[in-house]
């Protein structure tokens, strides 16, 4: 795979084993770049699985050596970047709670070490809240409360 193909796999390794297609467009948008290219390129290549929803890796082995090439703070970057991406894109058009629940995972696999200023703590805390109260809606009460501390921690 071309360099560029092997960036699209770490990136779909940063959300696991597979990734919605509607999230691939908007981090498409929000990073300027084309990974659905890289996509089926690797899905040729037998490295990814391409459903109507979603790419996802063919293998766990294959997730976790794209994961394994990214160093541990760029990863926290990385992270903190699709977080705020797509939590961005889930405010602005108030998308299905899917999307903020992906946003504030990858914003809180960053973890507070990549907050810069009190605003962009203050934003990341309130995501969590947020999400922790839609959480406690849907009765999930043990997600909810993993939600409001990691805003505590921001």
């Given amino acids: 795979l071309s360099p560029d193909h092997l960036n699209a796999l770490c990136t779909l390794s940063c959300f696991g084993a597979s990734i919605e ?3 691939i467009k908007i981090l ?12 089926d390129a690797a899905v040729s290549e037998g490295f990814l699985d391409k459903t109507n929803r979603n790419y996802k890796f063919s293998h766990d082995r294959i997730q976790e050596a794209a994961y394994s090439r990214i160093d541990q ?7 903190s970047q699709y977080g705020l991406i797509l939590c961005n894109h889930a405010i602005k058009h108030k998308t ?3 999307m903020l629940f992906t946003a504030v995972d990858q914003i809180n696999r960053a973890g507070p070490s990549v907050v810069l200023t009190s605003v ?10 947020q999400t922790g109260l839609k959480a406690m809606d849907m009765s999930d009460f043990i997600s909810a409360r993993k939600l409001f501390e990691f805003g505590i921690s921001f």
Wanted: glycine residues 6%.
């Fill in 73 to 79: 703070d760029e990863r926290r970057i990385l992270h």
């Fill in 28 to 39: 498409e948008e929000g990073l300027e770049l084309q990974l659905q290219k890289s996509f």
């Fill in 96 to 98: 299905d709670d899917a």
């Fill in 120 to 129: 962009h703590g203050s934003m990341m805390a309130q995501s969590n809240l």
């Fill in 21 to 23: 297609i509607s999230v």
